[in-house]
């Protein structure tokens, strides 16, 4: 399916068209932005977690790190890692799509999952 449009590509996105081909020049920016976002809060809820994690655990019992204002960091660096392990949701287009390259036509995109 061809879309040209921020509605046209929603509606196929929810109709889980088997392709998608985005021929807007505008729109196909967008959706490799939101693409790279993706990747980048994927690699960042790893991180955060694992330095969240390995505060809380504290393996090298460094003092400072038992300390109110580290209790208080920690938890906020926690609640941020959870928090980011949905943020693909707030995009559905890259969390059901993903580009499979780019010609004259557009962009096309197909489903991350196949069937």
């Known amino acids: 399916m061809q879309v040209a449009s921020l509605d046209e590509l929603k509606k196929a996105v929810k109709a889980l068209e ?3 081909v985005v021929a807007d020049e505008g729109l196909t920016k967008k959706v490799l932005f939101w693409n790279t976002l993706r990747t980048i809060a994927n690699i960042l809820v790893i991180v955060v977690l694992a330095v969240g ?3 809380w655990a504290n ?3 460094i003092p400072e790190l038992e300390q109110e204002w580290a209790l208080l960091a920690r938890r ?3 609640g941020f890692g959870v928090l980011m392990l949905f ?3 707030v995009i ?3 969390r059901l799509y993903k580009p499979a390259g780019k010609d004259a036509v557009g962009l096309k995109l197909i489903p991350r999952k196949s069937k």
């Open 18 to 20: 088997p392709e998608i």
């Open 53 to 55: 994690i390995a505060w």
């Open 59 to 61: 393996p090298l019992r």
């Open 76 to 78: 906020i660096i926690l």
């Open 87 to 89: 943020a693909e949701y």
């Open 92 to 94: 559905p287009i890259v």
